[in-house]
């Protein structure tokens, strides 16, 4: 039935709403089966469920459009007494009138109502405790979770929650990942700057080494010369030996002739 009037994907009213916390047992025990009221976002859809209703029991949730009724007052009504509405939040200002609707003359209690309390409750309405058990004027109704619903509301809320978790989670991911990418490429421009330095001492020691084998090589050539500076001027100082030994061997010779010739 639900595939065949497009109701197949619908959201259900529990999915739809967000409840003050510690407060869904309460809620679970006024709506009850109108939890899983279907939510109708068509009002055009409306008429072919009318003519081909389903075969068992279900709730549509087709507020009026452009709805502008107010919550319930709780006009000479004790103050701690709150509206049971008002514990009940819903992005769709339509499912918020719904709510209210349905939770109309019901307020919730923080405590077991007395009877000289309950004597102040207009015919009709009720007060509802965190635990879900309703108090009425003449009656006493105790809340026991159903199997299907039992926690339904908190549940989602944990739902809700955990994907408000994993939201945050996905940001936090989303910038250690772009913090990792900057860092990397930090480390990859270190890198190359490394890579270069590393170039730029690799030819500082060739250059070094080349200075040092020139060094080594005018040292040498210093030394050669020094050497031969030292050879020649022992060959000029034999030289001069031998000139000046010639010259008195000359002189000697000459004397020796003269006084032959005297």
């Not at 619908?10 to 006024?30: F, Y």
């Not at 058990?133 to 299907?148: I, L």
């Not at 772009?178 to 190359?192: N, W």
């Amino acid at each position: 039935w639900l595939r065949r009037h497009a109701l197949a994907d619908a959201g259900r009213l529990w999915q739809a709403i967000h409840v003050a916390p510690g407060w869904e047992p309460a809620i679970e025990s006024v709506l009850r089966e109108r939890l899983h009221a279907v939510a109708l976002d068509d009002a055009a859809l409306l008429d072919g469920c009318l003519t081909d209703p389903p075969a068992s029991k279900l709730t549509l949730a087709a507020p009026v459009a452009n709805d502008s009724a107010a919550l319930e007052g709780s006009s000479g009504l004790p103050l701690e007494w709150r509206p049971l509405a008002s514990l009940v939040s819903a992005a769709d200002p339509r499912i918020a009138g719904l709510i209210g609707e349905w939770l109309a003359g019901c307020y919730a209690i923080d405590t077991t109502p007395s009877e000289s309390e309950r004597r102040l409750l207009p015919i009709g309405s009720t007060l509802v405790t965190a635990a879900g058990h309703q108090f009425r004027r003449y009656s006493v109704s105790f809340h026991a979770p159903d199997d299907g619903d039992a926690g339904i509301l908190a549940r989602q809320q944990e739902i809700e929650g955990l994907d408000r978790e994993l939201a945050e989670l996905a940001s936090e991911l989303s910038q250690a990942t772009s913090r990792f990418a900057t860092a990397d490429a930090t480390l990859a421009g270190m890198r190359g700057q490394l890579q270069q330095l590393r170039g730029r001492e690799n030819d500082a020691k060739q250059a070094r080494h080349r200075v040092e084998l020139d060094s080594m090589k005018l040292t040498q050539e210093a030394e050669n010369t020094r050497l031969r500076g030292e050879r020649i001027g022992a060959e000029i100082a034999e030289i001069a030996a031998a000139q000046i030994a010639e010259t008195a061997a000359r002189d000697e010779s000459a004397a020796t002739f003269a006084a032959f010739e005297a």
